[in-house]
């Protein structure tokens, strides 16, 4: 009797231990199954806010340099005190490329914002895996590449082929390891996304 519940012991042990291990081919699975590669990636813009604090993000004045969103209203209130920008697509065309658009309740200075499709990426391969002393957190390197870009990921630097460095923050929980870092991206799926 003694010697089944030593090697039931054993046994989970082992079990426990193997799971805890974190290698490549393991962070390749948890990476792809919670990203969904391939997916495309999205990015926040702020299309009507007020005051300063968002009138010379990269995004905005980058998409607008582009040709793709134009300034409908700039103002300043002397009510509230406060520049108001409004902008809009300059094509229609464009809301194919318009994941969704909503008002931010969070931020006193956007009402209205947008996220934006940029890319279709891909998994390319895990670099490098670090764990913390304890072996219960960690982060995993990999890269992604860019397959396909919108106007929007062109007017912020994306290009198609392009490798990216990304990391993913990783804890052991008692069923394995689950990924901590959450990017805005949404599984690819060609049928509904034309680019």
């Not at 931020?107 to 390319?124: C, L, W």
């Not at 391969?125 to 219960?136: F, M, P, Q, S, Y």
């Not at 008692?174 to 034309?194: A, C, H, M, N, V």
Request: aromatic fraction near 14%.
């Amino acid at each position: 009797m003694m010697k089944r519940i030593l090697t039931l012991v054993i046994c989970l042990f082992t079990i426990l231990s193997i799971q805890a291990q974190l290698s490549r081919p393991k962070a390749e699975k948890i990476l792809k199954r919670w990203y969904e590669y391939p997916n495309v990636e999205f990015k926040y813009i702020p299309t009507k806010f007020y005051g300063y604090k968002y009138d010379s993000t990269s995004r905005l004045k980058k998409a607008e340099r582009a040709g793709l969103l134009r300034r409908t209203e700039n103002y300043y209130s002397s009510k509230t005190n406060r520049w108001h920008s409004v902008y809009d697509l300059t094509s229609g065309s464009l809301r194919k490329y318009i994941a969704y658009v909503g008002n931010d309740e969070s931020d006193e200075h956007i009402s209205q914002f947008a996220n934006v499709y940029t890319s279709v990426r891909d998994f390319k391969e895990v670099t490098g895996i670090r764990l913390n002393a304890d072996k219960n957190e960690g982060t995993i390197e990999y890269t992604i590449i860019i397959k396909k870009v919108t106007p929007f990921g062109s007017a912020f630097g994306l290009k198609k082929g392009q490798v990216i460095d990304m990391k993913a923050k990783v804890v052991l929980y008692d069923d394995g390891w689950r990924i901590k870092t959450k990017t805005l991206t949404t599984p690819y799926d060609e049928s509904k996304l034309e680019f």
